[in-house]
């Protein structure tokens, strides 16, 4: 069975736990009906709400391949594709195979379609947007948007949800929780130190977090002191 690299996996970590909250507030936020895309224009349309937004990239189940929106033949170098152009960038200055490459084999996988939507969550989180949109275009094929647009809420850090919020995250991908929790404090900004098997943030209102873990890397306790 083929898996992603570690170094892949473990930059797609680093978002699990504030992208996974930001995908439900973008779910939330969406309504319900069929939607539309008008591609040179980078506007996509569900229900009554129209968003800014690029082209992330595609899913064929057919052949079960992954294909980049900034390799697409026919968006290539337009402006639908232009902040997906970051991924590329982002993975060779990290060399990180997966996102350099235009396109993905994904049949040897488990579950390739789970192996598509973990794409689509890393190129999320790499480009900082605010979730992402896969629609079915086509018998076998699945595309995926990236709101680019600031009408979509975005989730702040709040120090009661934290456990819940980096549980679920550390649930996603199972690969390093450490990186889910350090990916998650880095993104909102906020202050952390290692201390052995334990992480300590400073939160806004000075309030401290401390999360542990085991020696296998899992974690074993959040505390909020400052809350109890």
């Given at each position: 069975m083929i898996n992603f690299s570690d170094a892949f996996l473990c930059e797609a970590e680093r978002?699990?736990?504030?992208?996974?909250?930001?995908?439900?507030?973008?779910?939330?936020?969406?309504p319900q009906g069929p939607w539309t895309a008008d591609l040179p224009a980078c506007l996509y349309r569900q229900g009554e709400v129209?968003?800014?937004?690029?082209?992330?990239?595609?899913?064929?189940?057919?052949?079960s391949s992954w294909m980049w929106g900034w390799a697409n033949p026919g968006l290539r170098g337009t402006p639908v594709v232009s902040l997906t152009e970051e991924i590329e960038g982002f993975g060779r200055s990290h060399d990180i195979a997966e996102?350099?490459?235009?396109?993905?084999?994904?049949?040897?996988?488990?579950?390739?379609?789970?192996?598509?939507?973990?794409?689509?969550?890393?190129?999320?989180?790499v480009t900082g947007a605010p979730g992402y949109i896969g629609v079915p275009a086509g018998p076998t094929t699945q595309v995926y948007f990236l709101p680019d647009d600031p009408?979509?809420?975005?989730?702040?850090?709040?120090?009661?949800?934290?456990?819940r919020t980096l549980m679920t995250g550390v649930s996603l991908i199972g690969h390093s929780a450490r990186q889910v929790v350090t990916g998650y404090f880095e993104h909102h900004d906020v202050?952390?130190?290692?201390?052995?098997?334990?992480?300590?943030?400073?939160?806004?209102?000075?309030?401290?977090?401390?999360?542990?873990?085991?020696t296998a890397g899992r974690i074993t306790a959040i505390r909020l002191p400052a809350l109890r």
């Amino acid at each position: 069975m083929i898996n992603f690299s570690d170094a892949f996996l473990c930059e797609a970590e680093r978002h699990a736990a504030w992208g996974a909250a930001q995908l439900q507030a973008l779910a939330d936020f969406l309504p319900q009906g069929p939607w539309t895309a008008d591609l040179p224009a980078c506007l996509y349309r569900q229900g009554e709400v129209e968003l800014s937004v690029a082209v992330l990239g595609t899913y064929d189940s057919e052949d079960s391949s992954w294909m980049w929106g900034w390799a697409n033949p026919g968006l290539r170098g337009t402006p639908v594709v232009s902040l997906t152009e970051e991924i590329e960038g982002f993975g060779r200055s990290h060399d990180i195979a997966e996102f350099t490459a235009e396109t993905l084999d994904l049949s040897g996988f488990a579950d390739p379609r789970r192996a598509a939507e973990t794409l689509a969550f890393a190129g999320m989180g790499v480009t900082g947007a605010p979730g992402y949109i896969g629609v079915p275009a086509g018998p076998t094929t699945q595309v995926y948007f990236l709101p680019d647009d600031p009408q979509v809420p975005r989730v702040g850090l709040n120090p009661v949800a934290l456990p819940r919020t980096l549980m679920t995250g550390v649930s996603l991908i199972g690969h390093s929780a450490r990186q889910v929790v350090t990916g998650y404090f880095e993104h909102h900004d906020v202050l952390w130190r290692g201390e052995d098997h334990r992480i300590v943030a400073e939160l806004p209102g000075n309030t401290t977090a401390e999360i542990d873990f085991d020696t296998a890397g899992r974690i074993t306790a959040i505390r909020l002191p400052a809350l109890r």
